[in-house]
C-alpha cells in the first residue's frame, strides 16, 4: 500500500459493487454459430467502475506533447509525408469509387442471420473535481443500458434501452444517497 493511500483516488477503472454486493464477472462474451452460419453474440460488461478528472486528463495530455518530436526540422518531414499519403490515398479513393459503383448490386437478403446482444449492468461513472483528493466533489451517474440489434434475412431490428438513469452530486469517497450526497436527475 501506498503512504499516501487514503489521500489519493486510486480507482479509475475497476469493478463496483452492485445493489446486492456480489461480484459477477466484469466482462462476459458468448459467441454461437450454427451449421448455416446464423450468429449470436452476447456481450456483458457487469459493475463497472469508471472515474475521470479533468485535471488527471490534462496531465496525460501535457505528458503526450512533451513526448512529441520538438525540432522543426523533425515536424516539417512528417507533415510533408503525411500530406503525401493523403493524396496518394485521395486519388487512389477516387479510381475504386468508380469502379466500385459499376459492379455494386443489393442483395435481395441477408446471406445469415445475427443477433448481437449488449448489456451493461450497473455502470458507475464518476467525473471527481480533484483525483488527488479523495474528499473532493463529484458527480455520480449510474443507469442500466441495453442493445439489440437482430438482422434476418427480410430485415433488421434495432432495441436500444436506457433504464435507471441517476445523476448524483457528492463527495467522491461517499455512496450515493449518503448525507451529502444530493441527487441532480433521476429518470425510470
Keep these: 500500500m501506498f503512504p499516501f493511500s487514503l489521500f489519493f483516488t486510486f480507482r479509475v477503472l475497476d469493478h463496483s459493487t452492485t445493489k446486492d454486493n456480489r461480484h459477477n464477472e466484469l466482462i462476459y462474451i458468448e459467441f454461437k454459430q450454427d451449421a448455416l452460419l446464423n450468429k449470436k453474440i452476447q456481450i456483458s460488461l457487469r459493475s463497472i467502475h469508471l472515474c475521470a478528472s479533468m485535471d488527471y486528463l490534462m496531465c496525460l495530455l501535457d505528458f503526450q506533447m512533451k513526448s512529441t ?26 479510381i475504386t469509387k468508380a469502379d466500385a459503383k459499376k459492379t455494386e448490386l443489393l442483395p435481395t437478403a441477408y446471406p445469415f442471420n445475427l443477433e448481437l446482444k ?71
Excluded: H, W
Aim: charged share 20%; hydrophobic share 35%.
Design 69 to 94: 518530436p520538438t525540432l522543426k526540422s523533425e515536424s516539417n518531414n512528417l507533415t510533408s509525408l503525411s500530406d503525401k499519403s493523403k493524396q496518394k490515398r485521395l486519388n487512389n479513393s477516387s
Design 118 to 188: 449488449i448489456q451493461i449492468d450497473n455502470p458507475e461513472l464518476v467525473l471527481v473535481e480533484d483525483i488527488y483528493n479523495v474528499d473532493s466533489n463529484a458527480i455520480k451517474l449510474t443507469t442500466e443500458l441495453s442493445f439489440d440489434y437482430n438482422m434476418q434475412q427480410d430485415m433488421v431490428v434495432i432495441n436500444a434501452l436506457i433504464n435507471g438513469l441517476s445523476v448524483a452530486a457528492c463527495p467522491y469517497n461517499e455512496t450515493v444517497g449518503g448525507p451529502f450526497s444530493k441527487e441532480v436527475c433521476f429518470f425510470l
